[in-house]
């Protein structure tokens, strides 16, 4: 029964491809997030979505993009990979609200770029 | 903006030793806190939060009381386990609702 799943968890692939990680949540949250965390734990979030539509939009380069087909799935296309986007890539959702404001977060999607 | 600051690390510890991870916040509003924790290989979970001045947040023998006087969040417990090793991240949600988190702190506990 997990609650927020990520595939897939590791992702090894040359500098210049294009590559996606998939997010759903099974929590009938309506707010869906992708965080990047760096070699130092450094937690960084990149995008937001509210009930399918984009509300947090970060200072992320062009070559990522975020889609989600409906409120349970949140999913992150990356054009061009370089080495500098080698990180853990972490999916989360929460309600929104300020009262219940927990987030849930997935295991995560470890990318190396080589 | 909003933000937190916390303890580097990385921390330490014996068995049963007491630890504080101290994290202080800057916000315009009145943002609630939090404090997440990422066991190894893992994703980020709640540990406990708190809404309000003076609310004390507690969950698996760790607390953080809200002062809003010293705009602190600090983390405590008194008698670590070897399985409390893990990242520890303060942070805080101000009014825009962005949840904003500190570097995070590492916490080794030796048995």
């Known amino acids: ?114 | 903006g909003d933000s937190v600051t916390q303890m580097e690390g990385p921390v330490t510890l014996s068995e049963e030793a007491f630890l504080t991870i101290n994290c202080t916040y800057t916000a315009t509003g009145y943002p609630s806190l939090f404090w997440y924790v990422q066991y190894p290989g893992e994703g980020l979970q709640l540990l406990l939060k708190a809404t309000k001045a003076d609310d004390k947040g507690s969950n698996k023998g760790f607390e953080a009381t809200y002062r809003k006087e010293t705009t602190s969040f600090h983390l405590e417990k008194g008698s670590v386990q070897v399985s409390d090793s893990a990242v520890y991240f303060c942070a805080l949600v101000p009014n825009d609702y962005k949840l904003s988190f500190g570097a995070g702190t590492t916490v080794t506990v030796r048995a």
């Open chain 1, 1 to 114: 029964d997990t609650a927020v799943s990520q595939t897939p968890k590791y992702l090894v692939t040359q500098m210049g491809n294009d590559k996606s990680i998939k997010c759903e949540q099974n929590l009938g949250h309506d707010t869906m997030y992708w965080y990047k965390q760096d070699s130092k734990k450094f937690l960084k979030i990149m995008f937001s979505y509210n009930n399918k539509e984009l509300i947090i939009n970060e200072t992320v380069p062009n070559r990522f993009s975020p889609k989600s087909p409906d409120k349970a799935h949140l999913n992150l296309h990356i054009n061009s990979l370089e080495l500098g986007d080698s990180a853990v890539y972490f999916c989360a959702s929460s309600y929104t609200g300020l009262a219940t404001y927990e987030q849930y977060f997935g295991p995560g999607t470890r990318l190396t770029v080589t």
